[in-house]
């Protein structure tokens, strides 16, 4: 991330007035969430399109589970009970 600008108030406060200058107001969360995107780095955004190419991967793959079976893994494993 750019910490020069991801650290500085100003240029926050100016990315804030751009959003709210449009159409429709976005959610702090989405404010946020943009502010980090923009501020990331090619390696950062790199980096994180990889994680997701692996993932679809593995979903092509038959590599993954639904999450009741994790669960239900994670109970036999750790000798939970049955909810």
Known sequence: ???DRANDLHAFKSFIDEQLAGATVPTVDE???RWA???QS???REEALEAIRRG???VEQ???MSARE???ELRRKHNLPEL
């Open 70 to 72: 994790a669960v239900a």
């Open 62 to 64: 038959g590599r993954v």
């Open 37 to 39: 995107y923009e501020n």
């Open 56 to 58: 679809f991967a593995d």
């Open 31 to 33: 404010v946020l969430a």
């Open 1 to 3: 991330m750019a910490t």
């Open 42 to 44: 090619d390696e950062e």
